[in-house]
């Protein structure tokens, strides 16, 4: 009977103590406590960010609980009840679906940065040296020439690669149906579709294929790391622009924290980690990981966006990625049978 | 939750002289084991029964025709195919060398043989995503051996066979260790050969043991996706797996679509787990 006894004192121990875990942070003083939902890859950044906000006035009681995922899986988390007082995702889709749920308001992308906090542009991961001499869309559909791409299918964030690659065909003159051709070029020359944007990086330093369709803050970031590539900006791409928002019941504060994020400080962080910055004046200097540290982000010179010329999130869904009839999916699934 | 389970007073369950039943049908219920039946059925549908309705009713939102369109979309077809195929060669691969490994562990003595034990469970240790990073490095472009199976058919079958290997083993293993040796002794010095000592003593004490290692190992390779994640490409029509086609549906806020292909994987291991289950019976009955 010993044992029983101390089992169940055991018991009634952990018991309390997650009771006590459960009640005893939020009421101390007054500190507050914001909810960070995000994809992945600006997990660095937000932590900078917060960690200079902690020493201003207004940010110095703020606490942050986060949580970093995939970002379809994250937005589908917080729809699900995932507690949040500001999100921070790879595409816009994955903002409407909460305000679909009702959770954020319908005019988060009414202000002056519609909705965006961070952004970056896809480009050509190549190996060092860049062997294959590979300059331009073009020379990705050559025969021979092996692609590694997130899956556009089950990543969101992939998505900006299949738009870039589409998108440049229309901008420089061609036809739709151009456009569609050279996409299933394309996917005829790719040899891994990775997951997700980190697993298609790691797959790509693993040896896989000769040129990655990456962004740019992650080949940046890669470098910083130390790993061996080297990347090619083509002359048309498109802007990555990763959107930020904050929930109705959220806490004030959490308002405050995103004119923090879209202010110098908070947008020097994210070009420190290789981001673009949104607004102008911002102290680019000491980036690492960068090809020239004195233009760390050299202009491009036929900057795709959504808006621009996609219409919109809501349309480009429909036409390229709907399950059934979606010009990419389509694509895709094509690729696979051709060989 | 809270789920409250006194130990109260137990019911003298051993002090009472109940008449052993002859035909197997089992004891009357008493008070704690009706109370172990209902914890037991509780905590099953809490955690298995209810999820799995749920996944089958989301499925049927979408009507016969929505279905039915999903799983004869060519690409999810392709990779149920794939998946299936995969996960059948990699069960009957691992019935064979399984059992070999588990034979190995209890009948010999060799240097090593502790640590072979305790590594035998990494697979089952190892998150997948390290595990398919661990084989692209060895078995990807920069293999170290020379072999890159990465992206490639291949690749999705040495992932299976990574993240199944211990099921075969562990519950061959106990089994083998408590088989009584002195019906091999006997069977051996009446003048059976080695193998018929292994046929009509060994193996049918050990066939339920190798049938439920197959089963589990069949379930866990048809839903295996973290390893391939890095390894095999998803490549449509080639190296791509069911789980990355329900991952897409969802993506996509398709959650009917997700759960159709869902329920057919279900239905698949359902009928092959019976199978096994039959043949398994059919098997110890002849032996």
Redesign the interface.
Known sequence: MKW?TRA?AALALVAGLALSACTGSPSSGDTVTLHIVGFAVPEAANKAIAAEWNKTEEGRNVRFETSYGAS?DQS?AVVNGLKADYVHFSVTSDVT?LVDAGLVDESWDDGWNKGIVSSSIVVFAVRPGNPKNIRDWDDLIQPGIEIVTP?P????AARWNALAAWGQVVANGGTEEEATEYLTKLFAN???????GR?AT??FL???GDVLLAYENEVILATQNGEELDWVVPDTTILIENPGAVLKDAHPKATEWLNFVLGPVGQRQFALKGFRPIIDGVDLSGIEGVKDPNNPFPEVENLLTVEKDFESWEALSTKF????DGIVVKV??E???A? | MSVAIT?GPRPETDADPRPRSDSGAGYPMTRASGLGLGVAMLWFSLLVLIPLTAVIVTASEAGWSGFW?TIT???TA?AIRLTVGTALLVTLVNVVMGTLIAWVLVRDRFFGQRVLEMLIDVPFALPTIVAG?VL??LY???SPLGINV??TRPAVFLAFLFVTLPFVVRTVQPVLAELDREAEEAAASLGASRFTVFRRIILPSITPAIAAGAALSFARGVSEYGSL??LS??????T?VTS?RI????????LE?AAAVATVLLVISLVVIVTVDILQRRLVRRG
Do not use: C, M, W, Y
């Open positions: 029983r169940t379809g589908r679906r899956n299918a089950s990543s969101g790719v040899v891994s579709l990775p997951g997700s697993d790691t797959s693993s040896g896989t990625f709907d399950d059934e895709i699934a690729s696979g049978k060989q | 130990a369109r979309n060519e690409q392709a990073l692209l490095s990807g472009p920069k990465a992206n994640v890095l490409g998803n490549l449509p029509h080639k791509e990355v991952l897409s549906s969802i993506e996509n806020d398709n679509g």
